[in-house]
């Protein structure tokens, strides 16, 4: 659990940033306006392994897989890449209305992708993820409730004509699942 939570507090770093910077990064990105404020409410960390993970057509490995959903609606699949040069390299596919095809898998649309960094420009302390518009989609197998997640995999097209790839499989362990709560900086497990 040690490594997982470094791990765990770059993804929600990467997540909670209220608003979008320019970018610093070799990626050329650009940034829509900022959006309001809003918080993730529910996050799932996923144990497994990255068969493949592509960010801009360069390979990766992966150190974990997170599922975050915010009270705005917007999902992200979230990676906190294994870049020996960059403990901060974390990239998410990013999408609103995510529908479930069944019981045992989701489908989000894709329309940009987070990319962040060690040398992204910071806010209130907090690494500021650069947003790439994208188009693609990601499916996950399994189901949160039952704490089983088989796979997860996305692929999306920035509007400059980079890929992001990704696929997941999970190591059979259950799925840590928490609710977070506005009002009380509790966190708690919803199936509990």
């Not at 699949?77 to 403990?87: L, Q, R």
Request: charged share 25%; with cysteine; net charge positive.
């Amino acid at each position: 659990m040690r490594l997982r939570r470094p791990v765990l507090a770059a993804i929600l770093v990467s997540l909670a940033s209220p608003c979008f910077a320019g970018s610093s990064s070799p990626i050329p990105v650009n940034n829509p306006p900022a959006r309001l404020s809003s918080f993730i409410d529910m996050l799932a960390l996923m144990s497994g392994h990255c068969k493949t993970l592509k960010v801009a057509g360069r390979p990766f490995a992966c150190k974990t897989v997170a599922f975050a959903h915010d009270d705005k609606g917007r999902v992200n699949f979230a990676v906190a890449v294994d870049d020996p040069s960059d403990e901060n390299h974390v990239v998410s596919f990013s999408g609103e209305n995510g529908k479930r095809a069944d019981d045992n898998s989701y489908e989000l649309p894709i329309d940009r992708m987070l990319l962040n960094s060690k040398n992204r420009p910071k806010v209130d302390g907090l690494p500021v993820p650069a947003e790439q518009t994208s188009i693609g989609s990601c499916r996950q197998t399994g189901n949160f409730a039952a704490k089983k997640v088989n796979d997860v995999t996305c692929s999306a097209t920035d509007n400059e004509g980079r890929t992001y790839e990704l696929l997941f499989v999970s190591d059979g362990k259950p799925v840590s699942v928490r609710r977070i709560r506005q009002s009380s900086p509790s966190i708690q497990d919803p199936f509990k």
